[in-house]
């Protein structure tokens, strides 16, 4: 199935070959990559293969899918939006999320997370979503925060990650939490 979704200001679609020089741009940018799973420089031969990969992806479980995030007024990729259904538990998945900096703070990323949650819960039923963020990711986690997640573990120094072993948070929402706030 080929997932687009729509919100107020946001077409969240599958990459487009047209995503190329914006993809890179945000995924050269070292404050976007800080406490993501990429390094800069981000190559273009990987963003390439990255788009081709994606953009005929399907949601299946035991794989990551990422979605563009489409900017409605301008018809600019400023993000994505990822989403990994578990093999193990096809009702429990991950989500996570990039953007471009000169569009942090302004409620993109929230709005991304909150129609993947809509997909996730009302339209594919699964029953938890799980997301993990850099204890000083101060941004991500108080954005998990208001989206209704709970924390449920604070890893200390659990993950060596870009030379260093930093610390992480685990949060969760439950489907019938998410629909409580609806």
């Not at 809509?118 to 108080?142: G, I, M, Q």
Request: with cysteine; proline share 3%; net charge negative.
């Amino acid at each position: 199935m080929s997932i687009v979704l729509e919100t107020p200001r946001l077409i969240i679609r599958p990459f487009r070959d047209s995503d190329l020089e914006s993809f890179l741009a945000y995924r050269n940018d070292p404050d976007v990559a800080r406490y993501q799973g990429w390094n800069v420089p981000y190559a273009r031969e990987s963003a390439l293969e990255f788009i081709a990969e994606m953009k005929v992806r399907q949601f299946i479980p035991g794989e990551w899918l990422q979605l563009a995030l489409e900017l409605r007024e301008t018809g600019g990729t400023i993000g994505d939006v990822a989403i990994h259904c578990m093999k193990s538990d096809p009702r429990q998945a991950y989500l996570g999320y990039s953007l471009a900096r000169a569009l942090w703070g302004q409620g993109y990323a929230s709005e991304a997370a909150r129609a993947a949650l809509d997909l996730l819960f009302s339209e594919l039923n699964l029953h938890r979503v799980v997301a993990e963020c850099d204890v000083e990711n101060t941004a991500s986690w108080k954005l998990l925060e208001r989206l209704g997640f709970r924390r449920e573990a604070h890893l200390v120094e659990n993950i060596f990650f870009k030379g260093a072993y930093g610390s992480e948070y685990h949060y969760a929402i439950l489907q019938r939490e998410w629909k409580m706030r609806e």
